[in-house]
């Protein structure tokens, strides 16, 4: 925060940027195929079946994941 209780522009992005960070591994199944994504490469078929999760919804929270640059 500044002298004046503004918060400058760096901070604000930082802000947002931990913020965004904190809501994307706040999900457990991310949390999870992360952990086993971290051991082996894996194919959504054999994350699904090691989570007993449906593709579709491993699927999704990879594009998440992704798309917040988590994993590649």
């Known amino acids: 925060m500044c002298s004046d209780g503004s918060i400058n522009s760096f901070d604000f992005d930082s802000v947002n940027q931990a913020s965004r960070l904190f809501k994307i591994m706040s999900n457990l199944n991310r949390i999870r195929i ?12 054999d994350v699904s079946k090691q989570l007993s999760l449906e593709q579709s ?14 994993v590649a």
């Open 34 to 45: 992360i952990a086993l994504l971290n051991e082996n490469d894996m194919t959504v078929t």
């Open 57 to 70: 919804a491993v699927s999704h929270q990879l594009r998440l994941l992704k798309d917040a640059n988590i």
